[in-house]
């Protein structure tokens, strides 16, 4: 099955740095790749995704990269605030499973004012 | 208000003893999910259902249950073979993507279990 490993585990970073969170999978069939936010105390929220025709996609502050041959994806955040402050999941979907979304497991960030 | 509503938010359980969580959406959504989430281990598949009365093991189903009798509702029974259940669910439901894979996941607040 896939296995994604997502590093680091936990970033720290002044407020106004740029922070960025890697993943890798294992699987060369998966296809679509989403990040999650998940704040203190609340639910998992998707911030970005990308699918494996594209290598980059941004939206606003935050950026995610794509390399399949590699087999690597990572979040980028550009100046960061205290709201950014929390949990991030990437996961990987495997092409044709439709559902089955493997989860790496989370990076804690913290943004120091 | 559209969303999925998970409950009883906080759940104590003796050894032994199975348990139910709730989990109901009125997104209209054909598929839903059971993730497990533990410090430090991400978010782990238990059950999927893409639609009404059939549902799939995921990743670590041993020891739990579910059932998928209507479209809005797809609950978590633990029971007592699961040797660890101390943990926080999460439910979760989806548009199946269109012919492209899992559209956005929607979240639940989360039912965390403690065993005694």
């Known amino acids: 099955g896939e296995n994604v490993e997502q590093h680091p585990s936990t970033l720290s970073v002044q407020e106004g740095d740029s922070a960025v969170i890697k993943c890798t999978y294992s699987?060369?069939?998966?296809?679509?790749f989403p990040w999650y936010k998940q704040e203190l105390g609340k639910r998992p929220q998707l911030i970005i995704d990308?699918?494996?025709?594209?290598g980059e996609k941004k939206d606003q502050r935050i950026a995610v990269t794509l390399n399949k041959t590699a087999k690597h994806f990572s979040l980028h955040i550009t100046e960061t605030q205290p709201e950014d402050s929390a949990v991030y999941f990437c996961?990987?979907?495997?092409?044709?499973?439709?559902?089955?979304?493997?989860f790496g497991k989370g990076t804690l960030l913290t943004v120091n004012p | 208000d559209g969303g999925i509503t998970q409950s009883p938010k906080y759940l104590f359980r003796k050894e032994g003893q199975n348990v139910t969580l709730s989990c109901e959406q009125n997104?209209?959504?054909?598929?839903m999910y059971w993730y497990r989430q533990d410090p430090g281990q991400g978010l782990r598949l238990i059950y999927y259902?893409?639609?009404?009365?059939?549902?799939q093991k995921g990743d670590i189903a041993e020891g739990y249950s579910v059932s998928r009798e209507k479209k809005e509702s797809f609950p978590l029974t633990v029971t007592s073979a699961q040797k660890n259940p101390t943990a926080f669910y999460l439910c979760?439901?989806?548009?199946?993507?269109?012919?492209?894979?899992?559209?956005?996941?929607?979240f639940g607040e989360g039912s965390r279990l403690t065993v005694l």
């Open positions: 979760a439901s989806s548009i199946p993507g269109q012919g492209r894979g899992t559209g956005e996941l929607f």
């Open positions: 990308i699918r494996s025709n594209v």
């Open positions: 259902s893409q639609i009404v009365n059939d549902f």
């Open positions: 699987d060369s069939a998966s296809n679509y």
């Open positions: 996961a990987a979907l495997r092409g044709g499973s439709n559902y089955k979304l493997t």
């Open positions: 997104l209209n959504h054909d598929a």
